[in-house]
């Protein structure tokens, strides 16, 4: 797995001043092209590529399943994908050109509702950031990462990037890679939630958003449209019920 960090000098200000090594977190940009079309460039931690890019596609409405993509080929710093789906050059426009849609308020509309049953406990949320906070281990070494999980019944997948976007984005298709049930899992996550972070979750079906951090204004009205439940301030023994809370127990 390529390195996530790395040494560089450093000078330290304070009651005095000194030399240190310290360790910066590696960032690369990395092309995504889909048949055969350039469709942006991502700053992101090197690893978990394949992961990435399939969580993306679903996070973006372009893929419905993991059978629509024919081909991915990761290149050094590049990503090509072949989509085999009738309506993807609309779908594409719809991401690549929001604006004239409105934005994301009119591209929610386009997100089913999750609607699920599925519940989960106030411990299982405190111990999901427990263990969240003890697999940092690479912000730990540099400040400069955001983690995300998704959690299920008997699974726990976390993994760092320098975006909270792609770390979102690594675990969910790390999840769909492994045929993990995402319909009965949640998300914890360090970073705060957007209206596009709240549409993301919601279009693979992914029913709870936890966070640590809060939620700002489109993200909450995102989350009340699309049947997200979300949880933010995730500190200690305590947590932020916004959206949905039907199935967070508490008690």
Not at 204 to 220: D, E, F, M, N, Q
Request: aromatic residues 8%.
């Amino acid at each position: 797995m390529p390195a996530m960090f790395k040494e560089v000098k450093a000078t330290r200000i304070g009651k005095e001043t000194f030399e240190l090594d310290e360790k910066v977190v590696i960032d690369e940009e990395v092309e995504i092209i889909v048949n055969e079309m350039a469709f942006g460039r991502f700053s992101l931690s090197p690893t978990f590529l394949k992961e990435f890019i399939v969580g993306y596609l679903m996070g973006e409405g372009l893929i419905d399943t993991l059978d629509n993509i024919k081909l991915i080929d990761l290149e050094e710093n590049t990503i090509k994908v072949e989509i085999d789906l009738f309506d993807f050059d609309i779908r594409r426009e719809m991401v690549m050109s929001s604006d004239c849609f409105g934005g994301w308020r009119n591209r929610i509309e386009f997100v089913k509702e999750v609607k699920s049953d599925y519940t989960v406990s106030k411990d299982k949320i405190l111990d999901a950031f427990e263990r969240l906070r003890k697999e940092s281990t690479v912000w730990k070494e540099t400040g400069g990462t955001h983690i995300a999980a998704i959690v299920t019944e008997n699974t726990f997948i976390a993994i760092e990037d320098v975006s909270r976007h792609v770390a979102i984005d690594k675990v969910m298709g790390a999840a769909v890679l492994k045929g993990i049930d995402i319909s009965r899992s949640f998300i914890a996550c360090s970073g705060r939630m957007p209206s596009d972070m709240v549409m993301k979750v919601a279009r693979v079906g992914i029913p709870i958003l936890t966070s640590k951090a809060a939620p700002t204004a489109s993200g909450y009205t995102a989350g009340q449209k699309s049947g997200i439940t979300l949880v933010g301030f995730v500190r200690g023994k305590r947590f932020n019920l916004y959206t949905h809370p039907k199935r967070i127990s508490v008690n």
